[in-house]
């Protein structure tokens, strides 16, 4: 008995069907991958800036913290264009302790020469961050005393006129520079600002 022939009608993927379905999967990966790096990028620039957070925010206080507690405050402007701040303490008899407080690009903010927060360090090298990519840089560091900046008011009673005499400003500015592979690039400016009542210098000059 002669069976008769079956035709095979699963013919599977033709060479044009495959072609369309490898493309639309690398479409679908690219678009994944972009947003990948996107999402990556975004997490960079967000660890970075809150690493200068972290360590500006620190800094600001304790330098608030030793000025508060200072009783001669002199403030001079340093070689590299930041201002360089001699702090008196009191000392045993007439003979005070003078401590200085100055900025480094490189080392950050330094007290007596030495980093002033030795456990929160301000990596400028390092994951996420280097000179081809993500830049930190210190633009600004001042302290300013408010009565000779001109912010005082007229006081007729003495008392109140070396009371203004003993506030500080103090003004720490970061910039934060991301580079693209396209040429351009971003800065994004970190500021901390924190007035200081200088009390043992008020005492001090009430003296």
Known sequence: MIKPMRHNTNKGFTIIEMAVVILVFSIAGLGFLSTAIGIVGFYQDDMVSRDIKTYGTAVLSEIADKISQ??????TSGP??????????????????????????????????????KKI???????????????????EFTVENLHEAG????????????????????????????????GDDQTEYLTFKKKVYAFQNLIHRMS
């Open 70 to 75: 200072a009783q001669e405050i002199s403030v």
């Open 121 to 139: 360090p301000l990596k400028q090298d390092g994951m996420y961050r280097n000179h081809d990519y993500r830049q930190i840089d210190l633009l």
């Open 151 to 182: 912010y005082h008011h007229a006081q007729n009673r003495n008392e109140l006129r070396l009371v203004g005499k003993s506030v500080y400003e103090v003004t720490i500015i970061y910039g934060l520079t991301t580079y693209y592979k396209s």
């Open 80 to 117: 590299n264009g930041y201002d360089l701040v001699y702090l008196t303490f009191p000392g045993t008899g007439n003979i005070g302790r003078q401590k200085s407080i100055q900025a480094s690009e490189d080392r950050g903010f330094l007290y007596q020469g030495k980093p002033l927060l």
